[in-house]
T-cell receptor
Framework: AQRVTQPEKLLSVFKGAPVELKCNYSYSGSPELFWYVQYSRQRLQLLLRHISRESIKGFTADLNKGETSFHLKKPFAQEEDSAMYYCALLDTGRRALTFGSGTRLQVQP | GAGVSQSPRYKVTKRGQDVALRCDPISGHVSLYWYRQALGQGPEFLTYFNYEAQQDKSGLPNDRFSAERPEGSISTLTIQRTEQRDSAMYRC???????????????FGPGTRLTVL
């Protein structure tokens, strides 16, 4: 069965510090992975997907198939990055997302 | 245009009552998904539709839960004889097309927070 693990419930950093939100997955096929973000009082929204190889708001995530990881990184955190972050894996068969339990990022001034 | 909308935003009900949660997807989106999110957890898949056809309902926890999308647009998730363990955030999402890699962005609604007393 597929699974997404986010080992940290809370990550607290100071403004300007590097950030790495960890995500590990298990999936038998070729994975399609996403990071979703939920800012305070807003809906869940897509931050980035591995297939696009894009950088959004300074965040990047590289799929490492050997380590089955898709960690989210940003070199210099900003206070507005404070939010809940969810890593998600697409089940290409049922077309549904499997989410991790989320990591709350707190960026302190 | 407008995003995914859900109603009601909050629902408090007594144990044993039936509830109906509504989702209005983005116009033209083929696929519609229902997820449930317990406190401190990520969303968990319940069911999904392509147009009006329910493609997968394997995530529905038991037969008290049902969903429909009769005209391929608005969907209703119904929970019969609610129990306290049904309390959660219920999230709806829609996506433009049903398949293919790289085009599966799911747009989420604001969610309905259900509390069963």
């Amino acid at each position: 069965a597929q699974r997404v693990t986010q080992p940290e419930k809370l990550l607290s950093v100071f403004k300007g510090a590097p950030v790495e939100l960890k995500c590990n997955y298990s999936y038998s096929g070729s994975p399609e992975l996403f990071w979703y973000v939920q800012y305070s009082r807003q809906r869940l929204q897509l931050l980035l997907r591995h297939i696009s190889r894009e950088s959004i708001k300074g965040f990047t995530a590289d799929l490492n198939k050997g380590e089955t990881s898709f960690h989210l990184k940003k070199p210099f955190a900003q206070e507005e990055d404070s939010a809940m972050y969810y890593c998600a894996l697409l089940d290409t068969g049922r077309r549904a997302l499997t989410f991790g339990s989320g990591t709350r990022l707190q960026v302190q001034p | 245009g407008a995003g995914v909308s859900q109603s009601p935003r909050y629902k408090v009900t007594k144990r044993g009552q039936d509830v109906a949660l509504r989702c209005d997807p983005i116009s033209g989106h083929v696929s519609l998904y229902w997820y449930r999110q317990a406190l401190g957890q990520g969303p968990e898949f319940l069911t999904y539709f392509n147009y009006e056809a329910q493609q997968d309902k394997s995530g529905l926890p038991n037969d008290r839960f049902s969903a429909e999308r009769p005209e391929g647009s608005i969907s209703t998730l119904t929970i019969q004889r609610t129990e306290q363990r049904d309390s959660a955030m219920y999230r709806c999402a829609s996506s433009l097309v049903a398949g293919g890699p790289g085009i599966n962005e799911q747009f989420f609604g604001p969610g309905t927070r259900l509390t069963v007393l």
